[in-house]
């Protein structure tokens, strides 16, 4: 079974049964119109936009980067790290393509664009699960089963058909006993809905408007300036328009023209013909993309170098980007590690490692590590070596505790003996 993941068809229909308006060619087989126009919304063309492009490799990157864990319970019940198939998915020892960064990155991508990702089940001959390359989502069409299959008992492992398109264009169809399915939002329970999907007015918008500013400025209005002769001419205009011109370039444009005096022996008026990037409002259309997109993915702006609306700098900044971790990339991995897990066996499952993110700057951490091992200690040295990423170290798994707040029993402290002051018969006697 062989199929290219960079394989795609030149038409891609709306993924499995959903019917989306916002499919072209369905709205013109319905008599409507194209919301796309003339503007072709891809995946390639969409991330030709730099606002998207750096949103979906923001999320894509960020949780290609982080480490992907697998934990089993240990004899005490508590968490421990074990090997399983996540920690290189298509090893390229095994014949595949990509290192587990790359193959995490791509995995979201296609989730973020198409809604879905797709990968083969390669096993060994035993059954075990040794490779899981990843497949292009336009190769793969999601097929509900016919009500015959009800009827004779014939349904797909998992609920629903793959129909995937083959190198030689040849399709068939499998379940979930050879396709990985990782859906990102789906609103029938049966397919994965994407940006290419949801969001491809916006897009089409986008792209539109990248076109114009490129149209304008290629093709467009490109002197600075009209000039026409005020003089009564008794002869041909055009014999004296090349001089003309070189009289203008000579006196009054480039560098060390700037703030001097320029002399020609004609009058001429002159009428301002540019037009300002303010006049054609391509900032303003540049800055609702970046609100446009960042509405989209959840990426702040800030993080999209939009910095004109950032009011809270420092440590607003810092929780900004931790707000992201916590709602934006928390939601998107909790289906992955769910999907994933159910692939181990019990008990095991799948969690990427978010301390790198979550965690304060290094300084802030190592201060409250340090108060909370201190007079009061909460946590043992161990519990902080890990939280700092380091191996456990002997003997710590203990709370320390001063010395000075636990006496020894074996040393005493001595007493300072204060001599008694004399009473009043003793003085007397004396006397």
């Known amino acids: 079974m062989q199929w290219s993941i960079f394989r795609k068809r030149e038409v891609q229909p709306p993924p499995g049964n959903l019917l989306s308006i916002a499919n072209p060619e369905l709205v013109a087989l319905f008599g409507g119109y194209s919301l796309d126009g003339d503007v072709t919304v891809s995946e390639l063309s969409t991330l030709g936009n730099s606002a998207f492009y750096r949103a979906i490799m923001l999320i894509s990157g960020t949780l290609g980067q982080l480490k992907l864990n697998t934990f089993t319970d240990d004899k005490d019940g508590q968490p421990k790290k074990v090997g399983s198939i996540f920690d290189d998915p298509d090893s390229i020892n095994l014949g595949g393509r990509q290192t587990p960064f790359e193959w995490k990155q791509t995995l979201f991508i296609h989730r973020i ?47 629903k058909w793959f129909k995937v398109t083959m190198q030689d264009n040849s399709q068939k169809k499998f379940d979930a006993n050879d396709i990985f399915e990782i859906p990102n939002i789906t609103i ?97 259309r540049q800055q609702f993309q970046i609100e ?3 509405r989209f993915t959840g990426v702040p702006p800030h993080l999209l170098m939009q910095t004109d609306k950032q009011t809270s700098w420092g440590t607003g900044v810092e929780e900004q980007n931790r707000g992201m971790a916590v709602f934006v990339l928390g939601p998107t991995t909790k289906g992955f590690e769910e999907r994933c897990s159910n692939l181990l066996a019990n008990p095991r499952w799948v969690e990427f490692e978010f301390a790198a993110l979550l965690k304060p700057s290094p300084e802030k951490e190592i201060e409250l590590l340090l108060k ?59 006397e």
């Open 113 to 159: 664009l198409y809604g879905s990702a797709f990968c083969q089940k390669i096993k060994t001959s035993a059954g075990a699960l040794v490779r899981l390359p990843l497949i292009h989502p336009s190769n793969v069409q999601i097929e509900e089963p016919t009500p015959q299959e009800y009827k004779d008992g014939k349904l797909p492992l998992g609920g």
């Open 188 to 284: 029938d329970g049966v397919c994965g809905i994407g940006l290419l999907t949801i969001a491809r007015q916006s897009i089409s918008t986008t792209l539109s408007g990248d076109r114009a500013s490129n149209r304008a400025m290629n093709t467009g209005l490109s002197v600075s300036a009209l000039i026409t002769p005020e003089d009564d001419l008794t002869h041909d205009i055009t014999d004296d328009i090349p001089e003309i011109r070189r009289q203008l370039d000579r006196e009054l444009t480039g560098p060390n023209k700037a703030g001097g005096f320029g002399l020609l022996n004609r009058r001429l008026k002159v009428q301002p013909l540019s037009i300002t990037p303010k006049d054609a409002q391509f900032m303003e």
């Open 292 to 294: 446009e997109v960042s």
């Open 372 to 430: 909370q091992t201190g007079n009061k200690p909460i946590l043992t040295v161990n519990e902080a070596r890990a939280i700092r990423n380091l191996p456990p170290v002997p003997g710590g798994n203990v709370l320390i505790v001063e010395s000075a707040l636990v006496p020894d029993p074996e040393e005493k402290d001595e007493e300072e003996v204060i001599p008694d002051e004399p009473n009043a018969e003793d003085a007397n006697k004396s």
